[in-house]
């Protein structure tokens, strides 16, 4: 079964106090790995897709990577308007190509 | 570009009753999906479309029925709704090709009574 876990649940950080956030993954044939943001009340926002290990995304202060069991959000010298809750998903092959499995998502929290 | 519109934001239901959610989008894209979003549980998919007139079973089917009877429309029935319902809704939609990302809908939050 494709599982996809994400760590911490919930993290706090000071403005400007770099972190990561991981996404793990057990899948048979991973077709891409997507990042996505939510802000409360809204629906998901689309940032990074990443397709094979050693790749690299960045926007602003974003930087997702990936190897071949797990991706990593770097948020480098975050503002208070980063607080979201960051969910990872992954897109596999086969039958079920067509879905995305979804993790339960790391709320942050930057505070001035 | 409107981008992935949901109808109603918000209901209330009383057990037993019906009602039929709305997703409309207006990027074009092929494929079309429905989830739950549950505190603890993370996104699950209902039913999703991958053309007008055809539907799938996703990871959660079971209480829902699902119409695409136009590309750009797609529908999400409960025939009798059940407290275990009570949950947001995200509609979503891709291109059906590379890029792959599906972009949301604001949602609609159910609670059934």
Known sequence: EDQVTQ????????????????????????????????DPG????????????????????LKATLTKKESFLHITA?????????????RVSGAGSYQLTFGKGTKLSVIP | NAGVTQTPKFRVLKTGQ????LCAQDMN???MYWYRQDPGMGLRLIHYSVG????????????YNVSRLKK????????????????????ASTPGQSPYEQYFGPGTRLTVT
């Open chain 2, 29 to 31: 894209h092929e494929y």
């Open chain 2, 18 to 21: 019906s009602m039929t959610l």
């Open chain 1, 7 to 38: 760590s911490p649940e919930a993290l706090r950080l000071q403005e400007g106090e770099s972190s990561s956030l991981n996404c793990s993954y057990t899948v048979s044939g991973l077709r891409g790995l997507f990042w996505y943001r939510q």
């Open chain 2, 52 to 63: 007008e007139g055809t539907t799938a079973k996703g990871e959660v089917p079971d209480g």
């Open chain 2, 72 to 91: 750009q429309n797609f529908l999400l029935g409960l025939e009798s709704a059940a407290p275990s319902q009570t949950s947001v809704y995200f509609c």
């Open chain 1, 42 to 61: 809204k629906g998901p926002e689309f940032l990074f897709t990443l397709y094979s290990a050693g790749e690299e995304k960045e926007k602003e202060r």
């Open chain 1, 78 to 90: 975050p503002k208070p308007e980063d607080s979201a809750t960051y969910l990872c998903a992954v």
